[in-house]
Nanobody, 117 residues
Framework: QVQLVESGGGLVQPGGSLRLSCVAS????????MGWYRQAPGKQRELVAS??????????TYADSVKGRFTISRDNAKNTVYLQMDIMKPEDTAVYYC????????WGQGTQVTVSS
């Protein structure tokens, strides 16, 4: 069973940046479109960014709330997907998770991101 381990979260001031990483335990990773999700307190988990397989062009999509500020990328050789978050806002505060773009794998523990001055 694939395991996902997210890292890179922390406390950042508004306008700052963070880079999240997610490592998958299996190289089956390469055949899946991947996504980053977040869940804020009292809210449902939402997909904020996704990236297709390299074979299909590695195209990316973003939620309107993060478009122009977040960048998703992947390194298949490392079974890793990244989320570069820039110009961060307090409303980006959440636990961030990675998974397939359809959320089909077991969820990892996530990484907490807090944006506050």
């Amino acid at each position: 069973q694939v395991q996902l381990v997210e890292s890179g979260g922390g406390l950042v001031q508004p306008g700052g940046s963070l880079r999240l990483s997610c490592v998958a335990s299996e190289n089956i990773f390469v055949i899946y479109a991947m996504g980053w999700y977040r869940q804020a307190p009292g809210k449902q988990r939402e997909l904020v960014a996704s990236i297709s397989t390299i074979r299909t062009g590695g195209s990316t999509t973003y939620a309107d709330s993060v478009k122009g500020r977040f960048t998703i990328s992947r390194d298949n050789a490392k079974n890793t997907v990244y989320l570069q978050m820039d110009i961060m806002k307090p409303e980006d505060t959440a636990v961030y998770y990675c998974n397939t773009a359809s959320g089909s794998w077991p969820w990892g523990q996530g990484t907490q991101v807090t944006v506050s001055s």
